[in-house]
């Protein structure tokens, strides 16, 4: 089964997001200056929807 969060952490780098901290479990909390939200990523997304969700 194919790991998407490496590609979603790279999706959000060239679109300007950062990472802010570490969030609860195994959850990352990045900003997305687009949106001015930010944005909760899983640290283990193994499902291509999931991965599209964010």
Not at 8 to 36: A, M
Not at 38 to 53: L, P, W, Y
Request: net charge neutral; hydrophobic share 30%; glycine share 8%.
């Amino acid at each position: 089964m194919a790991e998407y969060e490496k590609k979603v952490r790279e999706i959000l780098k060239q679109n300007g997001c950062c990472f802010e901290r570490h969030g609860k479990g195994d959850h990352d909390i990045w900003y997305s200056p687009i949106t001015d939200c930010h944005v909760a990523v899983d640290g283990k997304i193994k499902s291509r929807f999931t991965a599209n969700e964010v």
